[in-house]
Structure formats: structure tokens, C-alpha cells
């Protein structure tokens, strides 16, 4: 099994930014595939990155080009680094590693983009 801890929300102004950690416990996390998804009230759970055990990363279209994803095998540890954040990316963001058939979620961290 693997457990997932989300650290580093918070609030922030808009334009502002924020890092995101998560850290896993197990020996499994170099070899899965690591993403930040996302959801606000009211709304489903939404991908925001992924990062293959080979460093591959992949984005959805409203994050690109604002947030940086990437991992430290040696850390057992996958960051988000979230810049120029806009109102839209309020939400609970959650960590998942996968390795199918594991399939492990993060409690989760807040994040609040608000002037």
C-alpha cells in the first residue's frame, strides 16, 4: 500500500503562487505514475497533471504553461508548482499514485485564490 500526504495549500492572491507537495510512503512510488487532480464545490474531480515514472508530463489545457509538475524518486516526493493563479483554480487538490492495480488518493489540501 501506498499513503499519500498533500502539503503546502493555502490562500493566495490572484497572479500569485504556490507549491504544492505531496509525499508517499512505500516503495512503490518511483515506478508509478504520479498526478495532481482537482475539485472545486459543486463541481467533479478534474486531472491537473500527471508525471510518468519516466518524468513524461502531461497537463490540462487551463493549467498549461502556469504549473509545473515534477518528482523526486529519492524524496519519494511529487511537487506542483502553481504561478500566475487566477480564481479559477480554487479547489481541493489531491495527490494519486498509480501502478495498476494500486490506485492511491491523498487526503487532500485546499487551495484559495482570492483577493
Known amino acids: 500500500q501506498v499513503q499519500l500526504v498533500e502539503s503546502g495549500g493555502g490562500l493566495v492572491q490572484p497572479g500569485g503562487s504556490l507549491r504544492l507537495s505531496c509525499s508517499a510512503s512505500?516503495?512503490?512510488?518511483?515506478?508509478?505514475?504520479m498526478g495532481w487532480y482537482r475539485q472545486a464545490p459543486g463541481k467533479q474531480r478534474e486531472l491537473v497533471a500527471t508525471?510518468?515514472?519516466?518524468?513524461?508530463?502531461n497537463y490540462a489545457e487551463p493549467v498549461k504553461g502556469r504549473f509545473t509538475i515534477s518528482r523526486d524518486n529519492a524524496k519519494n516526493t511529487v511537487y506542483l508548482q502553481m504561478s500566475n493563479l487566477e480564481p479559477e483554480d480554487t479547489a481541493v487538490y489531491y495527490c494519486?499514485?498509480?501502478?495498476?492495480?494500486?490506485?492511491?488518493w491523498g487526503q487532500g489540501t485546499q487551495v484559495t485564490v482570492s483577493s
Open positions: 508525471i510518468s515514472s519516466g518524468g513524461r508530463t
Open positions: 494519486n499514485a498509480r501502478r495498476l492495480p494500486l490506485d492511491a
Open positions: 512505500g516503495s512503490i512510488f518511483s515506478i508509478a505514475a
